[in-house]
């Protein structure tokens, strides 16, 4: 099950977050090949975040999933939700950092018996 945790320095106050909560999860199902009924965001804003020395709309995000992690999954995450990000809540896509960590890394997938 991926989890997507997104948090941001901006105030989601007033803000429609359904559009980020679908389009989130529908692109992290698709880039990660997981059904969408698997993935979990979550988003918190408000957050003091300090990026490049100031705090300018900034967001920091982690996703964990079980596998279906490698080096052009990270990428098309990054572009498709810092495009998200960027269109929802005006957070460039400079100013946005994702850490990727997949459960199974470095564990063989096939077992001996």
């Known amino acids: 099950m991926p989890c997507l945790y997104i ?3 901006v105030n ?3 803000v429609d977050a359904d559009p980020i909560f679908s389009e989130a999860t529908k ?3 698709t880039i990660i090949g ?3 009924h698997f993935v979990m965001v979550i988003l918190k804003g408000s957050l003091a975040i300090s990026f490049n020395g100031n705090k300018e709309p900034a967001a920091y995000a982690e996703i964990v999933s079980m596998g279906g ?5 990270k ?3 990054i572009a498709s939700l810092g495009t998200i990000l ?3 809540l005006s957070i460039p896509r400079t100013r946005f950092f994702l850490k990727v960590f997949d459960t199974t890394g470095g564990r063989n997938s096939s ?3």
């Open 75 to 77: 990428r098309n995450l």
């Open 27 to 29: 692109a992290v199902a």
């Open 86 to 88: 960027e269109s929802k």
């Open 69 to 73: 992690i490698n080096r052009e999954v």
């Open 7 to 9: 948090s941001t320095n």
């Open 12 to 14: 989601l106050a007033g």
């Open 34 to 36: 997981k059904p969408e």
């Open 111 to 113: 077992s001996k018996l």
